[in-house]
C-alpha cells in the first residue's frame, strides 16, 4: 500500500468515525428541541443516506444488478431501523451508542444456530464481557424518593427505548445475515444494495404516508401514527422545523440536515473502506465511537436546561468500559482464529486430526485407537522374537512386520 493509499485509508476512517459522531449527536439534539414525529423524520433521513450509495463506484453496471430482489432485504433494513431510530427518540443516542454493541452477540448465536458456526473458547468469552458490560447499563436503578409525574415518564421511555433498540440490534444483526446472502447469491454490489434498500425505504413510507400512515412511535406517552400526526398540532411544519430551545445553536431543520449529511458521509466512507481494513481495525473503531461519544455527550449535552440523562454516571462509565473491553477482546479473537484458520489452510494435512470450524485442533479418537493399542505392541515382539530364531534363513517380505506397521501411523 502506497503512502497515498494509506492517507486515503487514514482519512476515510477519520470521516467514519466524525460521522459516527454526528449520527448519535444530532438525534439527541432533535430529542432535546423537540421535534414532532422525530423517529419518522430521522428514518427519512437514513434512507436518503443509504441513498448515497450511488456515488461509490463499482464493477458491475447497473443494467446488470437485479433490482428487484433488494425489496427483501430492504424489508429487513426498515424493521431494525424503526426499532433503532425509536428507541433513540426515547432513551437518546448515547443508550444507543452501548447497547448497539449487543449486535455482536446477536451476530455470534445467529451465526451457532442458522449458520451452524462455532466460534473459539475465547470468542465466547469477549461475548460473555460484553453481555456483563451490557448488564450494567439496563439494570434499573431502585430509588427510595419518591418521584415525580415527569421523572415516571421519562424512566418509562427509558425502558421503552431500551427494549427497542435491544430488539432492533437483533434484527440489524439478522438484517446483516440476509445482505450477506443477497450479495453473495445475487452479486448484487454493497454500496448498489445499500442504494437500493433507500429507495425502497422511502418508497414504502411514502406509500404509507400517501394512504395516511407514519411508523408508529411513542411521543410524550402518546402513539403517533397517522399521517396528521406528523404535523405539529399548530399546524405550520416550518414552524416546527424552526423550532430550537434558548441554549442550542440548532433549530429541528439543520440538526435534521446535519444528521442527513452525517448518515451520507457515514455510508460512503464505510463503503470505500470495504476490503481495504481489518476486523481488528473495525473493532477499534467501534470501540472508540462509544467511548467517544459517552464522553462527548457528557461534556456537550449535560448541563442546565438539558437532559440529566446524558450526563456521566458510575454505571454509564464503568458499563462503556466493560463493553469496550468485550467488544476488543472478541475482535483480536475473531482475528487470530482467522488466522489460524488461513494457517490451516496453507499447512499440509495431519494424518488422525481434524479441525472444528472456528475452533481448536481435535483428536480422532478412532483413528488413535486403532493404530495405538497394546496388542499391536505385542504382535511386534512376538515378530521380533521370530525374526531373531530364522536369522540364518534367506529374507524374505514382511507380512505385516514393523515396515506395515510404520505405514499404518
Known sequence: MGMSDESFVIGMMSLLFLSSMGESYFPDM??????????NWMFLADALGNMSGVLVPTEKPWKEVPCLKAFVPALCDMSSKIFLLGGIALAGAQVKSILYNSCIVWSALLSRVILNKFLTVYQWFGVAVLIGGLLVKIKLKGSNKAVSAEDEAAASDMIWGTSSILLGCALHSMTNVVNEYYITKWGIPPPKLCCLIGCCSLTIWLSAFGIGYIIPEIQKEKWLYLRSDFFPASGSLWAELSKSQPDVMYTNFTAWLCFFFSSSLHALAYYFLLGSIGNVSLGVMKGLTTVGYVAMSAVLLCGEGKAEKYCMSWPT???????????????????????????????PPSHGSFVEDGGL?????????????????????????????TSTSPPEAPEGGAASGESQV
Open 317 to 347: 462509565g464503568i458499563s462503556s468500559a466493560i463493553v469496550v473491553l468485550g467488544v476488543l477482546l472478541y475482535t483480536l479473537a475473531t482475528a487470530d482464529a482467522k488466522k489460524r484458520a488461513e494457517q490451516r489452510t496453507l499447512a
Open 30 to 39: 432533535l430529542g432535546i428541541i423537540g421535534l414532532q414525529a422525530q423517529t
Open 361 to 389: 485442533p481435535l483428536t480422532d479418537n478412532r483413528q488413535e485407537g486403532s493404530m495405538m493399542e497394546l496388542p499391536e505392541r505385542k504382535s511386534t515382539d512376538a515378530e521380533n522374537a521370530a525374526a531373531a530364531s
